[in-house]
C-alpha cells in the first residue's frame, strides 16, 4: 500500500508565500509524474502544476511565474512554492503521483487527502 500525505497549508495574508509539501509512504519502487491540483468551493478540481521524474515541469496559467513545483526523489517527496498569493487562490491543494510499488504493481492515480490553503486578509 502507498499513500500520499500533504502538510504546510494555511491562511496567508494576500501577496504572501506558503510552501506545500507532499510525501508518499509505503512499500514503493519509484514514482513517475507527481502533481499538485486544487478545488475551490463550487469549482472542479483543476491541475495546478506538474512535475516529471527527471524534473520538467508544467503549469497553469493562472500560477504562472508565481508558483515552483519541485521534487525530491531521494525523499520520495514533491513541494510546491507559492508566492505572490492571490485570494482566487484559496483552494484545497492536493498531490497526486503516479507511483510503482515493490510489489510491481502500479498506482497512477494516488491522492493525498488535500491541505487547505487560505488567502485573505
Known amino acids: 500500500q502507498v499513500q500520499l500525505v500533504e502538510s504546510g497549508g494555511g491562511l496567508v495574508q494576500p501577496g504572501g508565500s506558503l510552501r506545500l509539501s507532499c510525501a508518499a509512504s509505503g512499500s514503493i519502487f519509484k514514482i513517475n509524474g507527481m502533481g499538485w491540483h486544487r478545488q475551490a468551493p463550487g469549482k472542479e478540481r483543476e491541475l495546478v502544476a506538474a512535475?516529471?521524474?527527471?524534473?520538467?515541469?508544467n503549469y497553469a496559467d493562472s500560477v504562472k511565474g508565481r508558483f515552483t513545483i519541485s521534487r525530491d526523489n531521494a525523499k520520495n517527496t514533491v513541494y510546491l512554492q507559492m508566492n505572490s498569493l492571490k485570494p482566487e487562490d484559496t483552494a484545497v491543494y492536493y498531490c497526486?503521483?503516479?507511483?510503482?510499488?515493490?510489489?510491481?504493481?502500479?498506482?497512477?492515480?494516488?491522492w493525498g487527502q488535500g491541505t487547505l490553503v487560505t488567502v485573505s486578509s
Open positions: 512535475i516529471t521524474k527527471g524534473g520538467s515541469s
Open positions: 497526486n503521483a503516479d507511483i510503482w510499488a515493490r510489489t510491481y504493481d502500479r498506482y497512477p492515480e494516488v
